[in-house]
T-cell receptor, first 116, second 112 residues
Framework: GAVVSQHPSRVICKSGTSVKIECRSL??????MFWYRQFPKKSLMLMAT?????????EQGVEKDKFLINHASLTLSTLTVTSAHPEDSSFYIC????????????FGPGTRLLVL | GQQLNQSPQSMFIQEGEDVSMNCTSS?????WLWYKQDPGEGPVLLIA?????ELTSNGRLTAQFGITRKDSFLNISASIPSDVGIYFC????????????FGQGTILTVHP
């Protein structure tokens, strides 16, 4: 149980284009989903927290207009990197927590984004 | 804000040896979680601790939630090559569905 998927696993795009990453909870309802960014050999950096049906809460320093988050259902959240630039290249990971397990977060496999 | 200090930063051990890593905080946490991350993958939950003093095992892994609620340790017994990876502790305070604070990670290398 508690399986989270992400799609795509890898994406390469040209500078200036937008990229959408999907995060799905496959076997539970995710009341809250989290989006993280991770640099090589570093810890996870929380970007934003999203609750189903409401606007995401962004961490300080994260541009909400650049990183659009939608959590339209209890099993799906999307992160759209708008007008991507090379400095947006990174490993993006989502996590999801449901109503059981005292809010324990289960992580997706991550999406590697490379902006050329 | 809340911070977690995880140590050691890296470990190089021989197969069969036991491993111990820990996290400390200046703040109280209500939940401690231990994750393992393989290269290019997302973190996988190893052990979740919900009560101060709780000691929980998962196979060769054992973790404890410190009685002061400001620390936790993870032990791995009889290490094997597939234990290689980065181990993260994470703490959650406040609301049950709140944000996690992550440690810096411990990079474990196991030599056959």
């Amino acid at each position: 149980g508690a399986v989270v998927s992400q799609h795509p696993s890898r994406v390469i795009c040209k500078s200036g284009t937008s990229v959408k990453i999907e995060c799905r909870s496959l076997d539970f309802q995710a009341t809250t989903m989290f989006w993280y960014r991770q640099f090589p050999k570093k810890s996870l950096m929380l970007m934003a927290t999203s609750n189903e049906g409401s606007k995401a809460t962004y961490e300080q320093g994260v541009e909400k207009d650049k990183f659009l988050i939608n959590h339209a259902s209890l099993t799906l959240s999307t992160l759209t990197v708008t007008s991507a630039h090379p400095e947006d290249s990174s490993f993006y990971i989502c996590s999801a927590s449901g109503t059981s397990g005292e809010g324990t977060q289960y992580f997706g496999p991550g999406t590697r984004l490379l902006v050329l | 804000g809340q911070q977690l200090n995880q140590s050691p930063q890296s470990m190089f051990i021989q197969e069969g040896e036991d491993v111990s890593m820990n996290c400390t905080s200046s703040s109280i946490f209500n939940t401690w979680l231990w994750y393992k991350q393989d290269p290019g993958e997302g973190p996988v939950l190893l052990i979740a601790l919900y009560k101060a003093g709780e000691l929980t095992s998962n196979g060769r892994l054992t973790a404890q939630f410190g009685i002061t609620r400001k620390d936790s340790f993870l032990n791995i017994s009889a290490s094997i090559p597939s234990d290689v990876g980065i181990y993260f502790c994470a703490g959650r305070g406040g609301t049950s569905y709140g944000k996690l604070t992550f440690g810096q990670g411990t990079i474990l290398t196991v030599h056959p």
